[in-house]
């Protein structure tokens, strides 16, 4: 009997280990605030990765797809019901969040003899002004994080999501000293791609630890887009409808990538 907490807890540190494993390699997602909104980039070859979940909120994760899929159903589901029987104005990111999705994965995390979820996510909510725009990152602990790790940081104005912690960190690094949530779409786009590749070239045991040069990171995107696929979302700050995610067209982001 003495012995079974020490094997939930040699259980769990496993399940970490292996969860932690399978999504090292996932491509990672910035959001950044700007005069526009809030625009989402990542950057894929197949699978979506950012999807909208009600009018003022988006979500973008790194995972399986099933157990991707399985969460933004949940999500949805539990957005619209609640603007249906109060009001649209009552939902919120951080009871979403905190009362729906966090314990949804940290039921399914501590529970060894079951699967856990194979997701990490970030979500942005769309406010009235950038300061009051917030972005949450949720693991699949159900931990939850912000932009800065503190909740005095909420409103950085920006947030990252990535496969690894050393690149989640690089990722955040970068966007403190350049990100503007003045700037206008062009540049915020730009810095988020920017957020990105550097996420990217941090990925596996032989990442960078630093931030590359200028040069490098736009070798490091061409190489990429070569592949892949920019995928990229803006929740629209001053929209005339009550919807405010829109994805991006190709052509938009060709102009948006164009030099």
Known sequence: MIEEPYRWVEAVVNRREYVETQLAGGSPIAAVSCREGIVLVTVGRSRQKLFEIYDRIAMGAIGHPGDIERLRLAAIELASTEGFTRSAADVSLRRLAYYSLSPVLKGAFEQIYGAPYLVR?????IGAAAEEDLFLRIEYDGAIATSGHAPAESHAGFGVLSGTQASTELMEAFLREQHDPAAKLPRAFATALDAWSIGNMALGEDGVRERPARDALSAEREKHL????????????????????????????????AP
């Open 226 to 257: 070569a592949r892949g696929a920019i995928e990229a979302a803006v929740l629209e700050r001053e929209a005339k409808s009550a919807i405010r995610y829109r994805p991006l067209a190709r052509a938009e982001i060709a102009a948006l990538v």
């Open 121 to 125: 996510m970030l979500c942005a909510e």
